[in-house]
């Protein structure tokens, strides 16, 4: 166990639909970072927040957005989802921006 | 050309065996490396971390990074059943930059041990 949680585990739903993605990162941790994992494109980095703020960004898609609370748990926003967005999301935390950072359980997403 | 380049295998070893998983990458800016161990249906779970060239080792693991050949490696001594997993390698650049703490992940390799 991480310390990282993610809720909820599987989630269902139709295109078109908006859904969000919470995780806590592990006790200390300031910094969140959001994956995507999918068959064809691996895993792949989305946005990093730091102490509420936004501090990298990989290809998250426009549709896409995140947020990190004062309480530090963060969560990930999906709108007009397509049947692309079908995946695995991952949150990860570290203590600051590093390299060691420690993944969730994930939540997987099927979009029908 | 993917910036990380990792065998997808799978790679099926008798147990006892010795593994070795290798990833190549092109940015020379990367000054971590990781590995990370994914069961199925789980998050990938940090095996080994090492800063720039050099070997580390962790009882049965054993991290190699040549970063002249760009080419990262991930021993496994006497491979056990448990040790069924996808493996994937991940980078970053160094400390200061933008990109820090962004990791760039392999496709990851299925490794199966069997009895």
């Known amino acids: 166990d991480s310390g990282v949680t993610q809720t909820p585990k599987h989630l269902i739903t139709a295109t078109g639909q908006r859904v969000t993605l919470r995780c806590s990162p592990r006790s200390g941790d300031l910094s969140v970072y959001w994956y995507q994992q999918s068959l064809d494109q691996g895993l792949q980095f989305l946005i990093q927040?730091?102490?509420?703020?936004?501090?990298a960004k990989g290809n998250i898609l426009e549709r896409f957005s995140a947020q990190q609370f004062p309480d530090l748990h963060s969560e990930l926003n999906l709108s007009s989802l397509e049947l692309g967005d079908s995946a695995l999301y991952f949150c990860?935390?570290?203590?600051?921006?590093?390299?060691?950072?420690?993944f969730g359980p994930g939540t997987r997403l099927l979009v029908l | 050309q993917k910036e990380v380049e990792q065998d997808p295998g799978p790679l099926s070893v008798p147990e006892g065996a010795i593994v070795s998983l290798n990833c190549t990458y092109s940015?020379?800016?990367?000054?971590?490396f990781m590995w990370y161990r994914q069961y199925s249906r789980k998050g990938p779970e940090l095996l080994m971390y090492t800063y720039s060239s050099g070997n580390k080792e962790d009882g049965r693991f054993t991290a190699q990074v040549d970063k002249s050949s760009k080419y990262i490696s991930l021993f496994i001594r006497d491979s056990q059943p448990s040790d069924s997993a996808t493996y994937l390698c991940a980078m970053c650049p160094g400390a200061g930059g933008t990109s820090y703490g962004k990791l760039t992940f392999g496709q990851g390799t299925i490794l199966t041990v069997h009895p």
């Open positions: 927040y730091y102490n509420g703020e936004e501090r």
């Open positions: 990860a935390s570290s203590v600051d921006s590093q390299e060691t950072q420690y």
């Open positions: 940015n020379s800016a990367f000054q971590y």
